[in-house]
């Protein structure tokens, strides 16, 4: 069992960059994989990026590899979305998510979520 809160979205210019928080806490989500997924209107939720909390390795969908970075802060109880290069087919609601063990690519296998937080990209 997790809880999730993100924070961290607003309105940027296409080209800029943010950077999205979830708190993380618990009783142990170490061996948790965790992961940001996204939803824009009328959309279906997308898979964005995910983490090993414990190991650090990683996975991004191909739509964000070589802009987005997830990173995670063991002390601070924290994953992190850092997000470059932004577009405006970048805006979305975006949401943090755990699940034991291993990274997987589909939502329906999530099974904690946060309440998630709106980026906005200007073009």
């Known amino acids: 069992q997790v809880q999730l809160v993100e924070s961290g979205g607003r309105l940027v210019q296409a080209g800029g960059s943010l950077r999205l928080s979830c708190a993380v806490s618990?009783?142990?989500?170490?061996?948790?994989?965790m992961a940001w997924f996204r939803q824009a209107p009328g959309k279906e939720r997308e898979f964005v990026a995910a983490?090993?909390?414990?190991?650090?390795?990683?996975q991004y969908a191909d739509s964000v590899k070589g802009r987005f970075t997830i990173s995670r802060d063991n002390a601070k109880s924290t994953l992190y979305l850092q997000m470059n290069s932004l577009k405006p087919e970048d805006t979305a609601v975006y949401y943090c998510?755990?699940?034991?063990?291993?990274?997987?690519?589909?939502?329906?296998?999530?099974?904690?979520w946060g309440q998630g937080t709106q980026v906005t990209v200007s073009s």
């Open positions: 998510a755990a699940r034991p063990w291993l990274i997987m690519t589909l939502g329906s296998e999530y099974r904690n």
């Open positions: 618990g009783r142990t989500f170490s061996e948790f994989a």
């Open positions: 983490i090993y909390w414990s190991g650090g390795g990683t």
